[in-house]
């Protein structure tokens, strides 16, 4: 299809998706970035946080909760895109329980650090992190 281009979604353990796509909404480090086919070759960095798609025959996937990461635009007539994402899960295969346990406990850790380090910004990210799992996991 002319207006849509093959975006892939790898993890470490996984090929999570790869399908013909019209859109692609992503958590970029400075906000949401939407692509489109035959967008402008980009390679940026991702935050935690839920990526949405369009798939070519018009359906939304059940989307997605990655947990950072990096997303490539190639160029070209047939362009493709690639999600490089530490760990990524479907809204449908989150845990909820779980999830909201990972919330406590990264919410315990927050308030166990120490402004300014370290582990104050992993706390935050696991907190980001936890909270786009519950939201996804309970839509």
């Known amino acids: 299809m002319a207006n849509s281009y093959t975006?892939?979604?790898v993890t470490p353990e996984r090929i999570m998706l790869s399908e013909d796509v019209t859109q692609t909404i992503a958590p970029g480090s400075d906000g949401a970035?939407?692509?489109?086919?035959?967008?402008?070759?980009?390679?940026?960095?991702?935050?935690?946080?839920?990526?949405?798609?369009t798939l070519a025959d018009g359906r939304t996937t059940a989307h997605i909760v990655i947990s950072?990461?990096?997303m490539e635009v190639?160029?070209?007539?047939?362009?493709?895109?690639?999600?490089?994402?530490?760990?990524?899960?479907?809204?449908?295969?989150i845990d909820v329980t779980r999830a909201e346990a990972d919330l406590e406990a990264a919410r315990r850790m927050l308030a166990?650090?120490?402004?300014?380090?370290p582990q104050?910004?992993?706390a935050q990210a696991?907190?980001?992190?936890?909270e786009t799992r519950v939201r996804a996991g309970r839509s």
């Not at 190639?74 to 295969?93: F, H, M, Q, V």
């Not at 696991?126 to 936890?130: E, L």
């Open 120 to 122: 104050q910004r992993e």
């Open 68 to 70: 950072g990461g990096f």
């Open 7 to 9: 975006l892939d979604v």
């Open 126 to 130: 696991a907190i980001a992190h936890a």
């Open 33 to 53: 970035l939407g692509i489109l086919a035959n967008h402008a070759p980009l390679m940026t960095s991702l935050k935690p946080g839920e990526v949405k798609v």
């Open 74 to 93: 190639a160029a070209g007539e047939n362009g493709r895109t690639t999600i490089l994402a530490d760990s990524a899960e479907r809204a449908d295969e």
């Open 112 to 117: 166990e650090t120490e402004a300014g380090s």
